[in-house]
């Protein structure tokens, strides 16, 4: 009685015939074997050349303003009453011509921005250290309207960690705990 196809019969080791174990793959009894390709392997598909796009250059007056609306943080320096600088790290999105800023309501900067609204940006990291040069501009309050278009922005800009962060305010404040900071950079 023979052995149906792909199974071994006892004492078959799998070999074809006059060769050593270690020179043919085993065959296994639970797979087929794949079919062998015969002849050349076909070419490979040719790639569709790249679309001509137009290149899209920031005008002069855009640059910092696109560089400072991509960072992750913005490092916000607005001044006391005497004067002393006090700088902050923020998130920021961009809103056309300018940059928003979402903060609570009652914040000291939010105080200071209100006595004093020139302020100076500038890149940073999550910890306030300066990454580039800080630039003058003039920061103003937001109405609610405005300040909910940032927090829309910053949930898309920064994902899951900005959505959370805003729930948590919303919990914490209200809808009314916080405030959207326009700051439109000075020439």
Do not use: F
Request: include cysteine.
């Amino acid at each position: 009685m023979r052995a149906a196809p792909g199974t071994l019969e006892p004492g078959d080791t799998g070999c074809p015939a006059g060769t050593d174990r270690a020179e043919a793959p085993p065959v296994r009894p639970d797979r087929t074997a794949a079919p062998e390709r015969t002849g050349p392997r076909p070419a490979p598909r040719p790639r569709c050349p790249p679309r001509p796009r137009a290149p899209r250059l920031p005008a002069m007056d855009d640059a910092p303003l696109d560089r400072l609306g991509a960072g992750t943080y913005l490092l916000l320096t607005s001044h006391r009453r005497n004067g002393t600088p006090v700088a902050t790290p923020v998130w920021v999105v961009r809103d056309g011509d300018a940059l928003g800023v979402w903060t609570a309501a009652d914040s000291w900067k939010v105080r200071r921005i209100r006595h004093r609204s020139d302020v100076l940006v500038g890149p940073c990291d999550l910890r306030g250290n300066p990454t580039g040069d800080q630039i003058p501009a003039t920061a103003e309050i937001c109405d609610p309207a405005t300040g909910v278009r940032y927090r829309r922005l910053i949930a898309r800009k920064y994902g899951l960690v900005g959505r959370l962060t805003l729930l948590g305010s919303r919990l914490r404040r209200g809808v009314d705990g916080t405030v959207g900071i326009r700051i439109t950079l000075t020439p």
